[in-house]
């Protein structure tokens, strides 16, 4: 069973940054493709970034030139660093998991049905 347990949240003003982490909990040391999704109050669940095994990324229009999803060569833990942070920015924000590195899951960053595992989300706040 796959844990993953996101931490880093938090609020800032505008222009400022936060570094989100996403932790795979136990000894499962498979390759696995991730991503960073957020969803404020009232919108849909939006994927924001995605990082393949490979190291392959894929970004929202929105957070591109902003946010860098990485895993700082930790197998078990992603991280998504967010500068220039914007009041739009302002959501929960969940990481989710694919092990199956059979499919493509750059091209599903933004497509929910596809992330088989998720965290229970951070919340982000910029004012």
């Known amino acids: 069973h796959v844990q993953l347990v996101e931490s880093g949240g938090g609020s800032v003003t505008a222009g400022g940054s936060l570094s989100l982490s996403c932790e795979r909990s136990?000894?499962?040391?498979?390759?696995?493709?991730m991503a960073w999704f957020r969803q404020a109050p009232g919108n849909q669940r939006e994927g924001v970034a995605a990082?393949?095994?490979?190291?392959?990324?894929s970004y929202a229009d929105s957070v591109k030139g902003r946010f860098t999803i990485s895993n700082a060569n930790a197998k078990n833990t992603r991280y998504l660093q967010m500068n220039s942070l914007k009041p739009e920015d302002t959501a929960m924000y969940y990481c989710?998991?694919?092990?199956?590195?059979?499919?493509?899951?750059?091209?599903?960053?933004?497509?929910?049905?596809?992330?088989?595992?998720w965290g229970q989300g951070t919340q982000v706040t910029v004012s």
């Open positions: 136990g000894y499962d040391y498979r390759p696995y493709c």
């Open positions: 989710a998991a694919d092990l199956d590195l059979r499919r493509l899951c750059l091209l599903n960053r933004n497509y929910e049905g596809f992330w088989d595992y």
């Open positions: 990082l393949d095994s490979d190291g392959s990324t």
